[in-house]
């Protein structure tokens, strides 16, 4: 619950932060220059978004050792780790996006900007540099904690029902298929996960491609970093739907 909370503030923020551009439209007094405006922008949103790619990497890595280690669980995610976790979370997405101020554009958040659209260009080494210190770390974490989890979780309700089969064959009464139980609540959160990674899929790749000078389009920046920027959205949803969990 606690990196689900931090997804939540974070995708609270994400929201918020959106009304720089939108008052920038409006064409409503700044006292920052636009450049500034512009990097400061794209840098909030991205460190926002990595919290939450990031937390959603610690969820799958909490559920697997819930499911991997259930006797010494409570003793192992205390909650006084799952805070210093929160906080190397906040401080690494902080410091991984620090270098865009100098070194290449983190994103195209900022593009509404005139400055940003034009001045502020991306860097291949720079988005290979983000790539490999946060996208790819965190999308192997996540598919090698969930397919063992789904591995385990089949395991076990093989198990059960071999078990019950057995029992219930001496017993004369038919044995009814029981599922893992924690299998329920990591199909919950491996939804968040595929909405994320599904919304923010082909703004990654349109990244990687614009700046590595192979494609260019205005209209699939935008497109693609809305589509990025409404997983906040949508993650409302799926926190109402699965509120019951």
Not at 146 to 172: A, L, M, P, W
Not at 187 to 193: P, S
Request: hydrophobic letters at 45%.
């Amino acid at each position: 619950s606690y990196f689900i909370q931090t997804m939540a503030y974070a995708d609270l923020l994400v929201g918020v932060s959106c009304l720089v551009p939108s008052l920038s439209l409006l064409h409503y007094p700044i006292v920052l220059t636009e450049s500034l405006v512009c990097q400061i922008f794209g840098y909030v949103v991205s460190v926002l978004n990595s919290v939450s790619m990031a937390s959603l990497a610690c969820i799958s890595i909490d559920r697997y050792i819930a499911i991997t280690k259930p006797l010494t669980y409570n003793t192992l995610v205390t909650p006084w780790r799952l805070r210093i976790c929160i906080l190397i979370i906040w401080l690494y997405s902080c410091l991984v996006f620090l270098p865009s101020f100098h070194w290449g554009k983190p994103g195209y958040h900022g593009d509404v900007f005139q400055w940003c659209a034009n001045s502020w260009n991306t860097d291949p080494y720079f988005t290979l540099f983000i790539v490999v210190m946060l996208y790819a770390p965190a999308a192997f974490i996540v598919c090698f904690t969930y397919f063992n989890i789904f591995r385990i979780c089949q395991q076990h309700t093989k198990e059960i029902n071999e078990r019950r089969v057995r029992f219930s064959s001496q017993d004369g009464e038919a044995g009814e298929a029981q599922p893992c139980p924690d299998k329920r609540y990591a199909m919950v959160l491996f939804r968040i996960t595929s909405v994320f990674y599904i919304l923010w899929l082909p703004y990654i790749i349109y990244f990687l491609l614009e700046s590595s000078n192979v494609y260019s389009n205005r209209v699939a920046s935008f497109l693609t970093t809305w589509l990025a920027i409404s997983n906040s959205f949508c993650n409302c949803v799926i926190y109402s739907l699965s509120n019951s969990v």
